[in-house]
């Protein structure tokens, strides 16, 4: 997976902007940049996730499933509604998109409303218990309440980056800068900077968190439909070719890409799939 999605940069961006608001309104004292950094922070992180289902479709170009054009969108239909019967959720709306790739994703605000969307490579290089499979781990994601816990998270850690930084400016523009009147040119551009690096090292908790939702998701999809398709469909991701989404989708895909360095871990979205393979045998979630 691409490292930084755009459901981060988007929040990155949500916290620079604020930071500019807050400094052309002089709001510097603590209580005011808690109080919109609560609003802001938390509040742009669930504006992300409200377009997410938006973004994902003009990213991709999934085509929902209004009406099944054949027997094979009939069945991808009712294997999702028969789901998520089963998961206790609402019907997802159903797409396909067009890609070469072998991947699925599922996204949106409410569990109830879900959408759920597969790519061709996937649903023409796998078998039927294999697709299954994916969409019992898309539909676990849904029942989960992953996108939701995932903006919760991300709000948390826009709040704790705003106060952080804004902190951070003005100890620099007082001590470095020795600025004792109002706030100088120093808090401004430290601020600033301090708002993008933190924002970047505060996503590796967000990302540490996707990597665990994915190993639920795979033990949702076993309880779902067993643990033995689930693991085939696995190891045919690991077969296939290993394509990636576009970057706001990619924490929301089933495929990931391969860790090497300890750095490139931290800012993976999903485990290796030989992970998440032998969790699934060893029965560890």
Do not use: C
């Not at 938006?54 to 054949?70: D, F, H, L, S």
């Not at 939701?148 to 804004?166: D, E, M, W």
């Not at 089933?254 to 393979?277: D, V, Y």
């Amino acid at each position: 997976m691409k490292t930084i999605t755009l459901f981060l940069a988007t929040n990155l961006a949500v916290l620079v902007i604020l930071s500019f608001f807050l400094k052309v309104l002089g709001i510097t004292h603590f209580g005011g940049v808690l109080i919109l950094a609560l609003i802001f922070g938390v509040g742009g992180s669930f504006i992300s996730l409200a377009m997410s289902k938006w973004m994902a479709k003009r990213a991709t170009g999934a085509q929902v499933i209004e009406q099944p054009r054949n027997s094979a969108e009939a069945w991808l239909v009712d294997t999702v509604k028969r789901q998520a019967h089963e998961a206790g959720i609402g019907m997802p709306e159903v797409a396909i998109y067009d890609s070469p790739h072998m991947n699925a994703f599922a996204t949106g605000m409410n569990r109830n409303d879900a959408l759920v969307a597969v790519s061709t490579g996937l649903f023409h290089s796998m078998n039927q218990h294999e697709v299954e499979a994916v969409l019992a781990h898309e539909i676990s994601h849904v029942a989960n309440g992953d996108m939701v816990t995932l903006a919760l998270i991300q709000g948390v850690v826009n709040v704790f980056v705003i106060v952080t930084a804004q902190v951070i400016g003005q100890l620099v523009d007082r001590v470095v800068f020795k600025n004792e009147r109002g706030f100088g040119i120093g808090y401004f551009i430290t601020s600033i900077i301090a708002e993008i690096v933190l924002g970047i090292l505060a996503s590796i908790i967000v990302l540490w968190f996707s990597r665990q939702r994915e190993f639920h998701a795979d033990a949702g999809s076993a309880r779902l439909v067993g643990a033995t398709k689930m693991i085939a469909a696995l190891q045919r991701l690991q077969l296939g070719q290993q394509g990636e989404l576009p970057e706001q989708l990619a924490a929301f895909g089933i495929n990931g890409s391969k860790g090497t360095s300890l750095i490139r871990r931290l800012f993976m979205s999903h485990p290796p799939l030989e992970e998440r393979i032998k969790a699934l045998q060893q029965n560890r979630y």
